[in-house]
């Protein structure tokens, strides 16, 4: 049973260059969410889908942005980088909206941006 | 605002102690809290899982308590093992159904020395 598959695994951009993030969910799972960890921080929460809608999204610019597609993977797009937005970009599933399951990451994308 | 701290940042151990990391929170209306690891570089794994209604949950020689009404969760590792060196993260996931996403403490950075 495949877990949370994230991919590119890292990847190096330069300020204003675009990117975007891929993310296959744990079998089973139809809700995904993103994450920002910087080094040495906690990872904090970007947005969640599910049904293929933005159903929550946390205190990021609207530079990032993202899609869930019909078979439940999703993709995290961010324009226009800038240095701060270096970091290990998270994606995790579970499986309904509202249950109360645990909370499944991936290895992560770390993005550098020169 | 929830806000989760982790104490203490880091802990350095001879192999075979008995330890404990504490997790505290502002907000108590909290649906579970959840315990991850982290190796350097990686994604999270989940340890254990304690709905808002449980005291404890168990899983080898690993046990997490939670004290809802005073903020706190306890990881307990018993006979620590060179093997258990990660960051330990604490996140909590709120009461409120319209807003799911976890917030993270910064983790505690655990070496056990062999």
């Known amino acids: 049973d495949a877990g949370v598959t994230q991919s590119p695994t890292h990847l190096i951009k330069t300020r204003g260059q675009q990117v975007t993030l891929r993310c296959s969910p744990k079998s089973g799972h139809d809700t995904v969410s993103w994450y920002q960890q910087a080094l040495g921080q906690g990872p904090q929460f970007i947005f969640q889908y599910y049904e293929e809608e933005e159903r929550q999204r946390g205190n990021f610019p609207d530079r990032f942005s993202g899609h869930q597609f019909p078979n439940y993977s999703s993709e995290l797009n961010v324009n226009a980088l800038l240095l701060g937005d270096s970091a290990l970009y998270l994606c995790?599933?579970?499986?309904?909206?509202?249950?109360?399951?645990?909370?499944?990451f991936g290895e992560g994308s770390r993005l550098t941006v020169l | 605002k929830q806000e989760v701290t982790q104490i203490p940042a880091a802990l350095s151990v001879p192999e075979g102690e008995n330890l404990v990391l504490n997790c505290s929170f502002t907000?108590?209306?909290?649906?579970?809290l959840q315990w991850f690891r982290q190796d350097p570089g990686k994604g999270l794994t989940s340890l254990l899982l304690?709905?808002?209604?449980?005291r404890e949950q168990t899983s080898g020689r690993l046990n997490a308590s939670l004290d809802k009404s005073s903020g706190r969760s306890t990881l307990y590792i018993a006979a620590s093992q060179p093997g258990d060196s990660a960051t330990y993260l604490c996140a909590v996931r709120p009461q409120d159904t319209g807003r799911r996403a976890l917030t993270f403490g910064s983790g505690t950075r655990l070496q056990v020395q062999p």
């Open positions: 907000d108590s209306a909290i649906y579970n």
């Open positions: 304690i709905q808002s209604s449980q």
């Open positions: 995790a599933s579970r499986q309904g909206l509202r249950r109360a399951g645990e909370l499944f």
